[in-house]
């Protein structure tokens, strides 16, 4: 993979590109939006720019085929260290590693280069560990932090980096991602797609949730028969593991369902729906509630 093969991302891409034939790649970025959503394969992206042996002094495009590109595809790479978290937060022996790695000039690449991922689950004693990096980076270095949640960070880590944002990817774009690399039915995807938040990630982690979830009864129990009952949703949400991301799904489907009935109501094209497979009940059940009733509800 290259940077061409990255799913959405051009303005981002593009800047960071610009900042290599520029020559203006900093010392420090912050990485962040929506967990899934492709930040760090970009961030392995830039590293294997940086690296690459194939494209000249300045390439804006890994090649994918000499020995440095494939070595960081592989985590082999002794220039490229990938820090990720171990039981949900990084440790203090990680940074310390990085901060003794970094001392070095490259062994084999143009520059070194350190991807932290979920930076924003350090510790502030760890934070503090890690901003004496990022207020004197050795030369040659470059690292890049990888954070959903910016404001986690301590103010003076984030003043130190060059904060690039990852917007969400538009809902039809992941679809079609995930009919063409994954092999789903356009409906399955579309369903997928309309939970992600805009994230491929996302999309594939919920795969096997909203398959267990019969959505055909939760609509004829919560618009057909208790006309959208709260208490119809709060019984569903009791009945599921006590996990934040099966209650967020619940709440997620209920709004999908409702502006579902919302296209079925005004005789929209059915392959707009999220719920395509429900398309024959969310049409018998949709001349039951005027327009205006529905609209309030969303």
Not at 106 to 121: H, K, N
Not at 271 to 276: A, D, E, Q, V
Request: proline share 6%; charged share 30%; glycine share 4%.
């Amino acid at each position: 993979m290259a940077f061409r093969d990255v799913l959405g991302h051009e303005k981002e891409i593009g800047q960071l590109q610009r900042a290599i034939l520029l020559n203006r790649v900093v010392h420090s970025y912050l990485f962040w939006g929506n967990e899934g959503v492709g930040r760090k394969k970009v961030a392995l992206e830039f590293a294997k720019t940086l690296n690459c042996l194939a494209g000249g002094p300045t390439p804006i495009e890994a090649c994918d085929q000499c020995v440095s590109c494939r070595k960081i595809d592989r985590q082999l790479h002794p220039d490229v260290l990938l820090i990720e978290p171990d039981n949900q937060t990084i440790r203090k022996d990680q940074i310390l590693q990085m901060q003794q790695e970094l001392v070095y000039r490259p062994s084999e690449g143009r520059r070194r280069v350190c991807i932290v991922s979920a930076a924003d689950r350090m510790a502030p004693h760890m934070a503090n560990v890690l901003l004496k990096t990022l207020e004197e980076p050795p030369l040659h270095t470059v690292i890049i932090l990888l954070a959903p949640h910016p404001r986690r960070l301590l103010p003076t880590i984030r003043s130190r980096c060059q904060p690039i944002r990852f917007a969400s990817l538009p809902l039809e774009v992941v679809s079609e991602w995930l009919v063409d690399h994954e092999g789903l039915k356009p409906g399955e995807a579309r369903l997928l797609a309309s939970f992600s938040e805009g994230s491929p990630g996302r999309a594939l982690e919920l795969r096997d949730k909203v398959a267990h979830i019969p959505r055909e009864e939760f609509l004829n129990e919560w618009v057909g028969a208790r006309g959208f009952s709260f208490e119809t949703i709060e019984r569903w949400v009791e009945s599921l593991p006590t996990q934040r991301e099966e209650v967020l799904l619940i709440l997620e489907m209920a709004k999908t369902l409702l502006r579902d009935l919302v296209v079925s109501k005004l005789r929209r094209d059915p392959s707009k729906l999220f719920h395509r497979d429900l398309a024959e009940k969310l049409e018998a059940l949709a001349p039951s509630w005027t327009l205006s009733a529905l609209m309030k509800r969303l």
